[in-house]
């Protein structure tokens, strides 16, 4: 009679067991981080430099920012040597446009 009754407890708490191992993903799901290749796949350099539009209209201080999927290289000014844009009349932080600066012929490379 112990027997039998040690029995069915032990069966009735490995189902309960197995039922929230098999629960668990439905209660708490795993947070799924996939790495895609969005659009664009940059490289910002680090620090600033002086950056100078192939026209010749800008000379300023900025960041240099290469596309590496295109191998286009943009220039976004500063217009000082720290690493973003800000503007101290207004509270609001500015929006840099950035410029055309060159292209690295990216293809070149896998000859």
Same mark, same amino acid.
């Given at each position: 009679m112990?027997?039998d009754?040690? +029995?069915?407890? &032990?069966?009735i708490l490995?189902?309960?067991f197995?039922g &929230? ?5 439905l209660l708490?799901?795993q947070? +799924?981080q996939?790495e ?5 796949n =940059?490289?910002?350099e680090p620090?600033?430099a002086?950056?100078n539009s192939?026209?010749g ?5 900025g960041?240099v920012?290469?596309?590496l999927?295109t191998g ?6 500063t217009?000082? *040597?720290?690493?973003? *844009?800000r503007? =101290?009349t207004t509270?609001q932080?500015? +929006?840099?446009? *950035?410029?055309? &600066?060159?292209?690295?012929?990216l293809?070149?490379m896998?000859r």
């Amino acid at each position: 009679m112990k027997t039998d009754l040690f +029995v069915k407890t &032990l069966l009735i708490l490995i189902t309960v067991f197995l039922g &929230l191992i098999a629960l668990r993903p439905l209660l708490t799901p795993q947070i +799924v981080q996939a790495e895609s290749e969005g659009e664009h796949n =940059f490289y910002i350099e680090p620090g600033t430099a002086i950056l100078n539009s192939p026209d010749g209209t800008q000379n300023v201080v900025g960041k240099v920012v290469v596309d590496l999927t295109t191998g286009k290289i943009w220039g976004f000014p500063t217009q000082r *040597p720290e690493p973003y *844009p800000r503007a =101290f009349t207004t509270g609001q932080a500015p +929006v840099v446009t *950035p410029f055309y &600066l060159g292209r690295y012929d990216l293809s070149a490379m896998t000859r």
